[in-house]
């Protein structure tokens, strides 16, 4: 039998209602043919119960602890979708990571997965068991304490089976419908994308569109790993969602796939630092060391052995950059005249594989802002992405700008 | 090290703060010098609120699968009381069943414990680990499947481990702070005692004593295992609740140690039986069968060759028991003129070891009875007790009467 690995949310189980629509559309997939593991988050809300719960007990916490208590809600799940496919005469059984076992790092509640040995759920799927509902997030070190993978990291789950499994495809059930050209909340032309390519998928994922995690998309592009985005609140046989797929099977050739957006971006400049060898190294060396996400870079050019050096980073890590800047200077590392941080300001972005083979999209990009008298601070691009700082109210504009002129509305 | 094992329930341990407490009262008998076995329960309300949901899945479910639901509530309560031991400073860590192991049969739902192999949390021990937070209710079956252990399961945990780890007691922490003569809500009077023998904790907990799950008792009476129920919520110097021990232990010696009752109890009379050899087999065979827990019998004598046949069984099973005796009588098994329920009555009880060496009891008894013109419909006795059916109306007069006719208030 060909495997199908889907995925639900904690939005798409939140309720025994919702576990019944969603075993629906797990029922359907087995009428088709599939065998079918399917991945469940805990109930909306479950998890924040615990991590809360958590963070009561004080302050400083043994990260294994924190895993075994915050993996309970995914067993949950596990065990009521079974029961739900089992009233629906659908052979169903629930796994816990340790069952599987879903085998990690000793790196508590950040855990990576080191190997899925398919065995023991395949030898249930030959007695003719058709579904294997597992507890996503969770897996167990090589000590034999429970470990979770972090942020997304059901999504990460859901993936890693279906790349030990050899799954034809590993659908992800959420709460919307697909990925779009770009936020319709800001751009009501925003058009769902019936395909798109990994690395576009992987841009957009880390540029802030919420809508799969990036380690996910990494894996499923590492492993070859099918992926779709569907809506499991939508009409069952209406939602096809988008593809995340190879880059050959992309049909439609737009130069661009989407627009993404970030507010959470601050931007840091060091007045009239000593422009010498390694001056970059002094800079971002203590950064890295103090945890700040160093996203865009920008060096002035120098005058008379001095230059101001602009960087990106999150929001939230600004005064953590500021302490570390402080201190490599009190140390003597570096030299600079001040710092300014500019926490108003946006990053926009335009993400397509089209962009290897086509000249001519920064131009455009530039030119459109600019037609709008919206100022470019800070740039930075990639392969198949570029973004810009802007002034964070001309964010909304500058989205819709461009997904207009880059017509993302129509289809190829 | 010597090896304490405590236990809290539910209520114990239904938030935060009341895990703080526990969690203190851990701290000071690991001060006293003990390593601790902990056994917790699922957050009070917890179990019911899963149990709710496996219901809601449909009427006939997988006990495996509810298994795996159910348990996660005793996980989440042992990695917080972890936590909160570490933050105290005191060396804890987590186990769920599957992970010591507590090895189960594989009868879900209901599962008897086989073995607890103490490797494991010994080896802890010697690291230098003072707390062993073990999720109560719960094992692993040899299909490596999640079992729990049915109603009062996590007292039935305390004293396995008790009896595995030649622990020097066990502490059931719960919401009453001991063993009373009788229920201090029926009798004002009623005084905690100080000690109480296995076998007459065994007498009231299946009378219905709620402190203490009967085959906790079982086992502890089994594996001598020293057992102690006290509040978790008095003040900590001053609840040394009721030390349930072996006959010899007990220094005090009453001939009655305690009064019993219960309200769940029906009288059912067939009326008119045939009187011949086998007919009790006749009867109770199929009244078994459909699962109906007959607790007292008497039979009339017999005239004519019929005779009356009385039983009592619990209020709930009466439409069971009559069906079953109607489709006996239909197959012509047995044969009855008709069936009496009367679930208007009540099961009174003296307890006590001193009544094998003591004789009179029961006259006494009766006597007190009938002094305050009881009648008594149903007699049963055994070693250490003597139990009568009554009208439910007269119960709290019962059992104010015995208990002062016994001078149960006063310490012996």
Redesign the interface.
Known sequence: MPILVMKFGGTSVAT?DR?RRAAKRVGREVANGYDVIVIVSAMAGETNK?VG??D???P???A???D??VS??E??T???M???L??MDVPA??W?G??VPLKTTSAHASARIEEIPPENIMAKFDEGMKVAVVAGFQGISPE???TTLGRGGSDTTAVAFAAAFGAERCDIYTDVDGVYTTDPRIADKARKLDRIAFEEMLELASLGAKVLQTRSVELAMRYKVKLRVLSSFGDMDESVGTLVCDEEDIVESKVVAGVAYSRDEAKMTLISVADRPGIAAAIFGPLSEAGVNVDMIVQNISEEGRTDMTFSCPTDQVARAEKAMEEAKAKGDINFHGIIADTDVAKVSVVGIGMRSHTGVAAKMFKVLSDDGINIKVITTSEIKISVLIDRKYMELAVQALHDAFELDKVA
């Open positions: 025994l576990i615990l719960f958590v009561e007990t004080g400083f916490f043994d294994r602890e924190y075994a208590v309970s809600g067993n949950v596990a065990g009521l079974a029961l739900t089992q009233e059984r629930s816990q340790w069952q034999g304490r429970i």
